[in-house]
């Protein structure tokens, strides 16, 4: 096994400790860089976030139906022929407490495959394979994002809720 | 060691007269965390640092400047007069209320130097900030460019990937809260790819509970490595943009630039305000900003101060790889 420690500039060598039966792997001189965090936040025109029985965060939109307006603050409503369309807003912090990046890439997904609801975030449809949302949030100030949520009025009262949730992925640009 | 302070400040105009803000009282000065609400002096970053410039450089201008209601009056009270090591903190850090729980993913980006066949090991570790366990899958994605733009390709559909060729030493991790928890990955170059950035993703798996009300949300989150093999680097600068400054915005200089070459940059630029007879007058950092192979971006100079009447020249400077891109423009203030 090869192995060197070297420090140029800021790039270290690293050393190789693990045993290979097979042919040594010289390793690259790397250089690492700050920290992301990600929070969902509250915004002035956004649906509350609640924490919900797990302790996840919840966007809550109340009780909507195409004949009764949202009961919620900071949601809409808009009627089309066969189907009704909730929207809302909310905020995705992204912090870099050493000031490295200037923005980030947010990607989303659904957790389950829905064929009762279209969900579209930021103008993007989304499905259970991640798609970029938006590829330079800026990174310090809290985001605002839009979801809308596409209710088709064949759906009953039983099957129309929404038993999904959203996945973020945030990364670094 | 975290202050939330709220301030009011009479003499900004109405819209920025109240907010809140996070210091970190850790270091010698209290050093600015985040703005939570609220701006200090107007729109955009160059604000957000002047602010942090101000209180990095004279704790006392916050008090002098404006009325201060310190939520957290014994953490000042540390920070001006340091109290016995024995005495407990006021607060802790990952127990202040007024910051919303996170996550945390460090290093963020990991920028790799070598050739092809070389390898990396890399420690990732995540922070649990909140009061709730969290549960990740461990997953490599390909970074790509295409039309311009980033996209984040599964391990293994790129031929050549990188990505397939990660193992992490824990493909599944659970962080309890207030917690970390520490993943070790080890990535290969093959002998032949087009690949240069790679994505170490901590995937959340946590089944979210909701009523039918509610949408739940989640968040996962990547740490980029970006591999440089070979020294094809080259950028293509596009013309000098100046908008001149508003009553609600500040001047600013900006320019696309794209990456022609075959590996990832990370460029360090600077634009300088000249007079018309090649005086400096002024000089304001440019955002920065990673391009990968194929990506074209515009970069932006805030310039705060306010120019007289007259003819200038913006000058752009780049700095990276040992190399030096310059361009300028002129520009007249009415």
């Known amino acids: ?173 | 060691m975290r202050v939330s302070v709220e301030w009011t400040a009479a003499c900004l105009p109405a819209d920025d007269r109240q907010g809140e803000v996070t210091l970190d009282m850790a270091s010698d000065v209290p050093r600015w965390i985040e703005n939570k609400s609220g701006s200090i002096v107007g729109p955009g970053k160059f604000a957000t640092y002047s602010w942090s410039n101000a209180v990095n450089n004279n704790k006392w201008l916050l008090v002098v400047c404006m009325t201060i209601v310190f939520m957290q009056l014994q953490c000042l009270a540390q920070t001006a007069a340091p109290l016995p090591q024995s005495a407990p903190p006021a607060v802790q850090r990952g127990e202040d209320t007024s910051i919303p729980p996170s996550i945390a993913l460090s290093p963020a980006v990991v920028m790799a130097r070598g050739t092809f066949g070389q390898g990396l090991t890399q420690l990732l570790t995540l922070s649990n900030k909140t009061g709730t366990e969290f549960a990740f899958e461990m997953e490599a994605n390909d970074v790509l460019v295409k039309d311009g733009k980033r996209i984040f390709v599964p391990a293994g559909e790129t031929e050549h990937s990188i990505a397939a060729t990660a193992i992490f030493s824990q493909k599944l991790v659970v962080v309890k809260p207030n917690s970390s928890a520490t993943v070790e990955v080890r990535i290969t170059i093959p002998p032949e790819t087009q690949v240069r950035a790679v994505v170490a993703m901590f995937k959340g798996t946590n089944k979210i509970q909701t009523a039918g009300s509610a949408v739940g949300m989640t968040a996962s989150l990547g740490s980029l490595i970006t591999f440089n093999l070979t020294p094809n680097i080259k950028l293509q600068p596009e013309a000098v943009r100046v908008s001149p400054a508003t009553d609600t915005a500040n001047l600013t200089i900006s320019q696309w630039i794209a990456n022609v070459g075959t590996e990832p940059v990370l460029p360090e630029g600077l634009a300088a305000v000249l007079s018309a007879k090649g005086a400096l007058v002024g000089k304001s950092p440019f955002e920065s900003k990673r391009l990968l192979p194929g990506e074209r971006l515009e970069f932006t100079a805030e310039y705060s101060d306010q120019l007289p009447p007259g003819e200038y020249k913006a000058m752009c400077s780049f700095q990276f790889e040992g190399k030096t891109l310059t361009s300028d423009a002129s520009f007249k203030v009415p």
């Open chain 1, 1 to 173: 096994m090869l192995g060197s420690s070297l420090a140029t500039g800021g790039w270290a060598q690293q050393k190789r400790s693990t045993k290979h039966t097979s042919t040594a792997v010289l390793a690259l001189q790397t250089k690492k860089e700050g920290a992301i965090s990600v929070a969902f936040a509250n915004t002035a025109d956004g649906a509350a976030l609640t924490s919900g029985t797990s302790g996840q965060r919840a966007l809550d939109l109340g009780t909507v139906s195409y004949g009764i307006n949202p009961r919620v603050p900071n949601v809409q409503v808009r009627h089309l022929r066969d189907r009704f369309i909730v929207v809302t807003k909310f905020g995705l912090s992204i912090q870099d407490p050493t000031l490295h990046f200037a923005s980030a890439s947010v990607l989303a997904s659904l957790a389950l495959p829905d064929s009762s609801h279209v969900l579209w975030l930021d103008g993007v449809r989304l499905g259970t394979v991640p798609q970029v949302v938006q590829g330079q949030v800026r990174i310090g100030p809290t985001s605002s994002h839009r979801l809308e949520i596409e209710v088709p009025t064949s759906l009953t009262e039983k099957n129309a809720q929404l038993q999904n949730a959203i996945i973020f992925q945030v990364i670094p640009n």
